[in-house]
């Protein structure tokens, strides 16, 4: 049984602007239910119309709530659109399997790439939720300073992180992280 390992601070990095995946998404969406719809008008799938027309509604539905949603806080997911969308393409008439796989893997990384980003401090060291995760040690930072939102990770290989953090995190606590950072960088032995 594994232990949760447990943050002295958690820091959640400012969410990034997901539009750009989003049209992409939306576009992949738009291009297969147009696939789809021409092939039940064309080769008049009798057996199957009734799963692509469900399909299709799935996907319609799903990018309708994303595209509408006008909560910033929450953000929009198009999975289910992608999934249904992989199930179209590998019904497909023409058999182009590989299409399907790609929206699948397109479904699977969207959790990934929509992720709150954080990054947990410890006594032990420094910890990026990001994938694969990325772990630093004490020994291999010489600066932690967070500064109006701003968190500046100074290592001792002269390479330099800095992102900004939600505007809520922290404010209160800037000081008691800052001293707790600078307390690990000064006993690092």
């Not at 249904?84 to 590998?90: N, T």
């Amino acid at each position: 049984m594994r232990q949760k390992k447990e943050y002295d601070f958690i820091v959640t990095l400012k969410h990034p602007d997901h539009k750009i995946y989003n049209f992409i998404t939306v576009l992949m969406c738009v291009m297969t239910v147009t696939a789809s719809v021409l092939s039940l008008l064309h080769w008049q799938f009798q057996q199957l119309s009734w799963v692509n027309i469900i399909l299709i509604g799935i996907i319609v539905f799903n990018l309708s709530m994303g595209l509408f949603n006008n909560q910033k806080e929450i953000i929009t997911t198009f999975k289910w659109a992608l999934y249904a969308a992989a199930f179209l393409w590998l019904l497909y008439p023409l058999h182009i399997p590989f299409i399907g796989i790609f929206f699948i893997i397109a479904a699977l990384l969207e959790r990934q790439i929509k992720f709150p980003q954080e990054i947990g401090f410890s006594k032990e060291g420094i910890t990026f939720n990001t994938f694969p995760f990325k772990n630093y040690t004490w020994q291999q930072v010489s600066n932690v300073m967070l500064r109006d939102n701003m968190l500046t990770l100074d290592f001792t290989n002269n390479k330099i992180i800095q992102r900004e953090i939600e505007p809520a995190e922290l404010t209160e606590e800037e000081n008691e992280f800052n001293e707790f950072c600078r307390q690990q960088i000064v006993n690092r032995s």
